[in-house]
């Protein structure tokens, strides 16, 4: 069975455009594998930025066939801190797909879902129209091309053993931990001034067990989460690749990553974002 699964892993990396650095086909095969039957596998050596993102393409057309067709984006190190950890001074981009996105809130999700199960608080955008790459950095001009902000618990996968540091290579190896989440309700977007400040302003809460473990605001995402909108849509656009009506956007989380561990119960509050009640979203690990 398993020479089975790691065939049917060749044939649909073999589609996808081959790079001179890239490790071999049979490497990241076997390396998908280990990732899909939720295990450690050995990180790829002195694996490079470029390295990394030909691996995260070849790894994405293996994905695809059990999480279902890609849906839109990732964004991962949106925040300060962590982009002087790493050394770098932008974001990490992956790819998300039906699966990631498919659970709606409530829901009830296996804690073993990764080799190193994380949960993260996290917000997620839908493009409602195209042609947001003309609205650069101007946060309303940005709004008038997304038509929902959706509450979404991220579980990522940190894929590697604890004891080993990834590099940028090896973050962009994983899809940038991509893998499940749960959804809120999508609420409406106003292009207004108002919204705009409410998103940056918005205190996002974290709490497991009625226990809030982490607070942060709208703003811990690149200052804003509409900056994370803007700098994607320049990521693209540099590879002639326009953000697509219909495709959302994972924008980074606003937390630290907690592990996932069964009889965990936890829930996501946007406090500020609406008048009145606080949007929220919750799933329960088993």
Same mark, same amino acid.
């Given at each position: 069975?398993r =020479? ?9 990396l ?7 650095a890239? +490790? ?12 899909? /039957? ?7 050596a ?23 067709? %890609? %849906? ?7 925040? +300060? ?22 659970? +709606?809130?409530?829901? $009830? ?6 080799? %190193?199960?994380?949960?993260?608080? @996290? ?14 950095? @101007? ?7 997304? @038509? ?5 618990? /991220? ?11 990834p ?19 999508p609420?409406?977007? $106003? ?9 940056g ?6 709490? /497991? ?28 656009? =540099?590879?002639?690749? +326009? ?44």
């Amino acid at each position: 069975m398993r =020479r089975i699964v790691i065939l049917a892993m060749l044939a649909a990396l073999a589609t996808a455009p081959a790079h001179a650095a890239c +490790p071999d086909l049979a490497a990241i095969a076997r390396f998908a594998q280990a990732i899909l /039957e939720r295990r450690s596998p050995p990180p790829f050596a002195n694996l490079t930025p470029e390295d990394g993102a030909c691996v995260q393409q070849q790894l994405v057309a293996t994905f695809a066939q059990p999480m279902g067709d %890609v %849906v839109g984006w990732k964004l991962g190190l949106t925040s +300060p801190a962590i982009q002087q950890r790493f050394g770098i001074d932008r974001p990490l981009r992956g790819a998300i797909f039906f699966g990631t996105l498919r659970a +709606p809130s409530g829901s $009830e999700i296996d804690a073993g879902f990764g080799a %190193v199960p994380v949960v993260e608080a @996290d917000l997620v955008v839908r493009i409602g129209r195209e042609g947001v790459e003309s609205a650069g950095d @101007d946060h309303v001009a940005i709004l008038r091309h997304i @038509d929902q902000v959706i509450p979404f618990i /991220e579980l990522a996968d940190l894929v590697y053993a604890p004891d080993h540091r990834p590099s940028i290579g090896d973050l962009l190896a994983i899809n940038v931990g991509a893998r499940l989440g749960v959804v809120g309700q999508p609420i409406p977007v $106003e292009a207004s001034p108002g919204f705009a400040a409410r998103l940056g302003a918005m205190q996002v809460a974290l709490s /497991e067990g009625g226990r809030e473990v982490s607070r942060a605001p709208g703003s811990a995402i690149l200052g804003h989460p509409l900056n994370a909108v803007a700098w994607l849509a320049r990521d693209l656009a =540099r590879e002639g690749r +326009p953000l697509r009506a219909g495709e959302y956007i994972s924008l980074g989380s606003l937390s630290a990553p907690q592990p996932a561990r069964a009889g965990q119960e936890w829930q996501l509050a946007y406090h500020g974002l609406l008048d009145g009640a606080a949007p929220a979203v919750t799933v329960r690990l088993r």
